[in-house]
Structure formats: C-alpha cells, structure tokens
C-alpha cells in the first residue's frame, strides 16, 4: 500500500507562486500527477510526469505550471506560477502503477485570491 503525502499549498494572491510536494512512502515505478478540483466542478487531471519524465499538462496550465519528480525521494513536485484566480482548488496527489492502480493523496487547498 503506497501513501502519498501532499504539502505546500495555501493561501496566494493572483499572479504570485506556490510549490506543491507530493511524497510517497515507497519506491514508485510508475506514473505521478496532480489532479484538482474546484467547488461544484469535476475532478480534472492538472499535470503528470511517467517515470521517465515524459509530462503532459491540461492546456489551462500550459506554461504557468511545471512538474517534476525526484525518484530517490519518491517526490513529485508543482511549481505553479503566474497563479489565477480560477487556479483555485484542492489539488490531489497520485500515483498509477504499471497495472493501472491509483493510489490518492488525501488533497492539498489551494486558494488564489486578492
């Protein structure tokens, strides 16, 4: 059973930055990503990094938003810039496996308001 531990959301004006961490408390073999959903709206996929790094990002977050992952720390990072308002959220952690099991963060809330 893998965990996934989100860290570093919070509270943001518009335009500014947040770096959102992501560990899991085991090796990882597989994809990571973040998925967010804001109230009233489905869950949708933010951005997602394979094990060899390949990224795929929703197009609302193109160019504002980067992923990455360090596998010696089972960590999959956000870094978020150039923050909207609609950016807000609460953003879940996960991580598929190689036979398509998703594991899920509990979330992390992130609001970006002035």
């Known amino acids: 059973q893998v965990q996934l531990v989100e860290s570093g959301g919070g509270l943001v004006q518009p335009g500014g930055s947040l770096r959102l961490s992501c560990a899991a408390s085991?090796?990882?073999?597989?994809?990571m990503g973040w998925y967010r959903q804001a109230p009233e709206k489905e869950r949708e996929l933010v951005a997602s990094?394979?094990?060899?790094?390949?990224?795929n990002y929703a197009d609302s977050v193109k160019g504002r938003f980067t992923i990455s992952r360090d596998n010696a720390k089972n960590t999959v990072y956000l870094q978020m810039n150039s923050l909207k308002l609609e950016d807000t959220a609460v953003y879940y952690c996960?991580?598929?496996?190689?036979?398509?099991?998703?594991?899920w963060g509990k979330g992390i809330m992130v609001t970006v308001s002035s």
């Open positions: 990094i394979t094990s060899g790094s390949s990224t």
């Open positions: 085991g090796s990882i073999f597989g994809a």
């Open positions: 996960f991580y598929r496996t190689y036979r398509q099991v998703t594991y």
